[in-house]
C-alpha cells in the first residue's frame, strides 16, 4: 500500500494518466481512505487547469507561465527530498 509521501512523488504521472496500470490502481485506492492525498490531487488537478487557463490568456506572458511553472516544480522538487 502507498503512503501519503508516495502519493505526492506520483501525483503527477497519476494526473497526467503515465503511471503503469498496477501504480495507478494503487494510487486509487489511496485516494479512496485518504481525504489529504484527495485535497492534494484536487489542488493540483485545479493549478493544472489555471495554469492552462492562463495559457489561452493572451495578456498573460508565456515568460510568467514558465515562471510560475518553475516556481511549482521546485516546490515539488523540495517535497521529493528527503527529511533530515
Ligand atoms: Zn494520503
Known amino acids: 500500500m502507498l503512503n501519503c509521501k508516495d502519493i505526492t512523488k506520483k501525483a503527477n504521472g497519476y494526473l497526467d494518466k503515465e503511471l503503469p496500470y498496477f501504480t495507478r490502481l494503487q494510487v486509487k ?3 479512496l481512505v485518504c481525504v489529504h492525498c ?3 490531487i484536487n489542488q493540483l488537478r485545479a493549478t493544472i487547469r489555471a495554469l492552462g487557463k ?4 493572451t495578456s498573460v506572458s508565456g515568460q510568467v507561465i514558465d ?3 518553475n516556481t511549482l516544480k521546485h516546490a515539488r522538487q523540495n517535497l521529493d527530498k528527503p527529511e533530515k
Not at 492562463?54 to 490568456?57: A, G, P, T
Request: avoid cysteine; proline fraction near 0%; aromatic fraction near 8%.
Open 29 to 31: 485506492l489511496h485516494l
Open 54 to 57: 492562463l495559457k489561452k490568456d
Open 67 to 69: 515562471d510560475i511553472v
Open 38 to 40: 484527495q485535497r492534494y
